[in-house]
């Protein structure tokens, strides 16, 4: 485990605890049991969707992206600003924000769920 991946309790500690787990390559950053979090090549990426992603792209901040099956494939992280790094303070705004993405996509999974249950049901 690298120094960066070892500092990331410490920077994430007022936003709450965070587990840590070692995943294609990467780790995922998890709170609560829901991602909210990637670090890829200790590159601290954070989720990002319709409501937080304004924030990121203000900052001019790059999407996570990766190569699949010959393709560059982009995924709902953001890169998370250098002076996150630095200050506990903004690290707990930032790792809320992509807390609360992370909920909504749980959400929104779950009810997809529940409407093909649904649909699966009438038919």
């Not at 605890?17 to 670090?39: E, N, P």
Request: proline share 2%; net charge neutral.
């Amino acid at each position: 485990m690298s120094e960066f991946i070892a500092y990331l309790p410490e920077m994430f500690e007022l936003f709450g605890t965070i587990q840590i787990r070692k995943m294609f390559g990467g780790y995922g950053v998890y709170h609560d049991g829901l991602m909210f979090a990637l670090v890829a090549d200790d590159t601290l990426y954070l989720k990002a969707d319709a409501e937080n992603v304004k924030f990121f792209e203000e900052q001019g901040l790059a999407p996570f992206v990766y190569q699949r099956e010959g393709k560059l494939a982009k995924m709902s992280y953001y890169q998370a600003p250098a002076e996150f790094m630095e200050e506990r303070e903004l690290a707990a705004i930032w790792a809320r924000r992509s807390y609360d993405a992370a909920r909504r996509a749980q959400r929104k999974k779950r009810k997809s769920k529940t409407d093909t249950a649904v649909i699966r049901h009438l038919d």
